[in-house]
């Protein structure tokens, strides 16, 4: 059960899209957590919660909501408390592109717009990436390490063609806007490179990961860490703002070559020879705030790779 120091006006909340492994994965979480669960999906796979106890799946409430048919998200939203966001490009559509750039910030819009609209929603929980954080012409130059104040510049995206960073900057800086501007309540995650069996080279995050590996800050995170991380900001009655979420630094070169391994399997294995292979490269990220949040809050994964304090 959601802890007693956390008060909401219902104990409903809406996770969209719930069709992701992401989305999917909160959805069970917040079931076993007691919540009522409104699963908003574009494509609604019958099989997807099949195996669920009779107690959760009676709090389970599937809704057909698409991010750009604004009554499917009013509709999805009704008596929830909270929402979960994080953006699934469409099947049909799945590259990063500029096309993808204008889906990605509409469907931002227009969630915010409707949990304006939505008196009930004390919280959002919106889904963002560290891409929106790392990319930028000075950021060799600059002192402290990248942090949540940090954001990709959207003139260095396009002109390099980082979709994915450029669509997760614009889309998390309109959901701000929205957010301040209606007084919704909003903290963003934005998380490194999701692991698991379907992450493969073609992921659009890995766009300029050699860049990323080089100035330290390529980092990865496991599915169990980040959605203990949603659920942890959304509680935590003290959470704001941005909170960069990773568990995994790669800044060796024996890290980098295990993940190029995972991520092209039919790739030949290169020989380990020269001295390169033991540089430690500094980590230049820190996700010191989120870290903070989950030790005081109890979260049940523990953190790893956390920078020294």
């Given at each position: 059960?959601?802890?007693?120091?956390?008060?909401?006006?219902?104990?409903?909340?809406?996770?969209?899209?719930?069709?992701?492994r992401?989305?999917s994965?909160i959805?069970?979480?917040l079931l076993?957590?007691?919540?009522?669960?409104h699963a908003?999906?574009?494509?609604?796979d019958?099989?997807?919660f099949?195996g669920l106890?009779?107690d959760?799946?009676?709090k389970?409430?599937?809704?057909?909501?698409?991010?750009?048919?604004?009554?499917?998200?009013?509709?999805?939203l009704?008596?929830?408390?909270?929402?979960?966001?994080?953006?699934e490009?469409?099947?049909?559509?799945?590259?990063?592109d500029?096309?993808?750039?204008?889906?990605?910030?509409?469907?931002?819009?227009n969630?915010?717009?409707?949990?304006a609209?939505?008196?009930?929603?004390?919280?959002v929980?919106?889904?963002?990436s560290?891409?929106?954080?790392?990319?930028?012409?000075?950021r060799k130059?600059?002192?402290?390490d990248?942090?949540?104040?940090?954001?990709?510049?959207?003139?260095?995206?396009?002109?390099?063609?980082?979709?994915?960073?450029?669509?997760?900057?614009?889309?998390?800086?309109?959901?701000?806007a929205?957010?301040?501007?209606?007084?919704v309540?909003?903290?963003?995650?934005?998380?490194g490179?999701?692991?698991?069996p379907?992450?493969?080279?073609?992921?659009p995050?890995?766009?300029?990961?050699?860049?990323?590996?080089?100035?330290?800050?390529?980092?990865?995170?496991d599915?169990?860490?980040l959605?203990?991380?949603?659920?942890c900001?959304?509680e935590d009655?003290?959470s704001?703002?941005?909170?960069?979420?990773?568990?995994?630094v790669?800044?060796?070169h024996?890290?980098?070559f295990?993940?190029?391994?995972?991520?092209?399997?039919?790739?030949?294995?290169?020989?380990?020879?020269?001295?390169?292979?033991?540089r430690?490269?500094?980590q230049?990220?820190?996700?010191?705030?989120?870290?903070?949040?989950?030790?005081d809050?109890?979260?049940?994964?523990?953190?790893?790779?956390?920078?020294?304090?």
């Amino acid at each position: 059960m959601a802890p007693a120091s956390f008060h909401h006006t219902s104990n409903a909340v809406c996770v969209m899209d719930a069709s992701g492994r992401l989305g999917s994965t909160i959805v069970l979480r917040l079931l076993q957590r007691g919540y009522t669960v409104h699963a908003a999906v574009q494509h609604h796979d019958e099989s997807q919660f099949s195996g669920l106890s009779c107690d959760h799946s009676k709090k389970l409430k599937i809704f057909r909501s698409d991010p750009f048919d604004y009554q499917s998200i009013i509709h999805a939203l009704k008596g929830c408390s909270g929402l979960f966001y994080s953006f699934e490009p469409p099947q049909d559509q799945p590259t990063y592109d500029e096309f993808m750039l204008e889906v990605e910030v509409r469907a931002a819009h227009n969630v915010l717009e409707a949990c304006a609209q939505t008196e009930t929603i004390d919280k959002v929980v919106f889904t963002s990436s560290i891409t929106a954080v790392v990319w930028k012409d000075d950021r060799k130059s600059i002192e402290s390490d990248l942090d949540e104040r940090h954001w990709s510049d959207v003139n260095f995206c396009r002109k390099f063609k980082l979709w994915h960073a450029l669509s997760k900057t614009l889309a998390e800086k309109t959901a701000w806007a929205l957010t301040m501007d209606r007084g919704v309540n909003m903290v963003s995650i934005n998380a490194g490179l999701l692991m698991g069996p379907d992450v493969s080279i073609s992921n659009p995050y890995l766009k300029g990961a050699a860049e990323m590996y080089e100035d330290g800050v390529f980092v990865t995170v496991d599915l169990k860490f980040l959605v203990d991380a949603h659920i942890c900001v959304f509680e935590d009655i003290s959470s704001y703002g941005r909170y960069l979420c990773f568990n995994h630094v790669v800044n060796r070169h024996e890290d980098a070559f295990k993940l190029a391994q995972t991520l092209t399997p039919s790739a030949p294995i290169l020989p380990q020879s020269n001295d390169d292979d033991m540089r430690i490269i500094q980590q230049r990220i820190s996700n010191k705030k989120l870290n903070q949040l989950m030790v005081d809050f109890g979260c049940e994964s523990q953190v790893a790779d956390a920078p020294p304090a």
